[in-house]
């Protein structure tokens, strides 16, 4: 028998589909080999497939296409779903990364604020890529350009500043030429901030809104947007608060003073302006500008309303009634004055006269007799050589200069009106005629008719003689024409009251500040 040595099985590799997405890599098929008769073969593996890679391990994957969306494994902690940031809501809010209530048309959180709500952001829509690309061919459209200056920012704004530089800034004082403050100080100042541009505005459309009351939604706009300045002002916060530090910035003072025109000018007689006064008062008291001009202004324009505020309230006290209050070293021109009376020393007998019609009110109060005593008619009488001895520091060729006179006049008319019982007599009435003729002399194109609701209201509260009254009523109509100012119609109604008692013989025609109280008004004759 032919001996046989260690038979070499035959090698042919099959290419098999499923073996190669096994990942097993190429299979062996085992050719058997020929045995020779009579011998017997060694044992061997049946016939299949071996693996060229015998260590590895790898199970086989089932059949199938794998899963698009695999199923994650339970975890043991139940993760909570992050909220998104809302994207519908106004971009005031967003901007100031505040939670919007997407209230329409302008939110209920700026309201709240007092934020000029900026609406909402037009939708978009998910375009495909053609429909983009055309989009992009289409002929753009111009782009918005950035406003000029800040708080103008439609027509109807550009009316309000046109009307603020060539109207209501001429009725605000006596020069209405290139050396008006409003035009030569403030107006320079609202061009570099907004917040004095908005009170600026506000004020020009309140005069406008008294014509024509289309203007008074643009005109709220302009002051809430004032206001809203204000309360965000980090100096103005911190002199509220007491820190001396904190210099207030002089347009943020001048914005005051410009939103308590703003209250005169809308004839407003529930006392709005007197948040307004109060800050200025403050400012007035704890701070001094570095521009001398405006500083300047800012004290002659305070002391003006401050003073005559005492003439129709009765808790509302000037600032030169305080003992300890000194006029500042840089008021050295009273000549230069844009209003009349501060500068030149005549308010100062105005408030002393206030101060003796409280001292007269509270002995009457008290049922005290004479209501009149000697302290009072001693420094009743310095006032009056005081009034007596004044000069005018307007040149005489000027009409500023007459109408100082008749702020002299009516001074001593609110003297005598104080010391006196409220009865007729023919020095009162004389007074009175020389106060009118005064009245005659000034233009009612002139700029003095700025100023004139002072004299003609005190004047008004003395006219015992029904004669002398319709010449006050066509003065009353004439500075009506000329500013349009809202408090001229209050003034004038508290004046016709006053008649009715000085007919009736009622001597309570002497208090007219308590007339006013009763009738529940609070404004100013300025």
């Known amino acids: 028998m032919e001996e046989h040595g260690d038979i070499m099985p035959k090698v042919e590799e099959v290419e098999d589909d499923d073996d190669l997405d096994s990942g097993l890599g190429p299979t062996i098929k085992l050719s058997e080999p020929s045995t020779p008769v009579g011998v017997s073969a060694t044992p061997s593996p049946p016939a299949g497939r071996i693996p060229m890679a015998a260590n590895s391990t790898t199970g086989r994957r089932p059949r199938g296409r794998p899963r698009k969306h695999p199923v994650q494994p339970a975890s043991s902690s139940v993760q909570k779903a992050t909220k998104g940031r809302s994207k519908t809501g106004c971009i005031t809010c967003r901007r100031r990364k505040k939670k919007c209530d997407e209230t329409k048309p302008e939110c209920l959180n700026c309201q709240k604020n007092a934020v000029v709500c900026e609406g909402y952001p037009e939708k ?106 204000l309360r965000t002002d980090k100096k103005m916060s911190g002199q509220a608060s007491g820190n001396p530090a904190e210099l207030v910035d002089d347009p943020t003072v001048a914005s005051t003073l410009v939103l308590c025109l703003n209250s005169i000018c809308k004839g407003e007689t529930a006392g709005e302006y007197r948040p307004h006064m109060d800050a200025a008062r403050h400012l007035v008291l704890n701070q001094q500008s570095k521009n001398q001009q405006f500083g300047q202004f800012l004290f002659e324009f305070f002391m003006y309303h401050d003073v005559l505020n005492s003439l129709t309230s009765l808790d509302r006290r000037p600032l030169l009634l305080t003992e300890d209050f000194t006029i500042p070293q840089f008021i050295i021109q009273p000549a230069a004055g844009v209003l009349l009376g501060v500068l030149d020393g005549l308010f100062g007998y105005i408030s002393k006269i206030t101060r003796l019609r409280d001292n007269i009110r509270t002995r009457k109060a008290k049922r005290l007799d004479p209501a009149v005593d000697y302290v009072t008619l001693s420094d009743a009488v310095e006032i009056d050589s005081g009034i007596r001895s004044w000069v005018s520091n307007q040149q005489e060729d000027d009409f500023r200069h007459t109408a100082a006179l008749l702020y002299r006049q009516c001074t001593w008319v609110y003297l005598y009106r104080t010391i006196q019982p409220s009865r007729p007599s023919p020095k009162i009435s004389g007074a009175v005629d020389e106060g009118l003729v005064y009245l005659r002399q000034l233009p009612p194109n002139s700029s003095t008719q700025a100023v004139l609701l002072m004299p003609l ?70």
């Not at 992009?136 to 782009?143: E, H």
């Not at 290139?178 to 035009?183: A, G, I, L, Q, V």
């Open 457 to 526: 209201f005190m004047l008004g509260c003395a006219a015992f003689d029904p004669e002398q009254r319709p010449e006050i009523e066509r003065g009353f109509e004439s500075i009506k024409n000329y500013s349009n100012l809202g408090n001229i119609g209050p003034a004038r109604q508290v004046v016709e009251s006053v008649w009715k008692l000085m007919d009736m013989g009622d001597e309570s025609s002497w208090d007219w500040e308590t007339i006013i109280q009763r009738m529940g008004w609070d404004f100013l004759v300025t």
């Open 124 to 229: 978009t829509f998910w375009q495909p890529g053609k429909q983009r690309s055309e989009e992009a061919l289409k002929p753009t459209r111009p782009r918005e350009l950035p406003c000029l200056v800040d708080g103008v920012e439609t027509e109807v704004d550009r009316q309000f500043l046109d009307h603020f530089v060539y109207t209501v800034s001429r009725i605000l004082t006596l020069f209405n030429d290139d050396s008006n403050p409003f035009k030569e100080i403030l107006l320079p100042m609202a061009i570099r901030h907004r917040g004095l541009m908005h009170s600026l505005l506000c004020l020009s459309g309140s005069h406008l809104a008294s014509r024509d009351p289309k203007y008074g939604e643009r005109q709220n706009h302009h002051f809430l947007a004032a206001i809203s300045h």
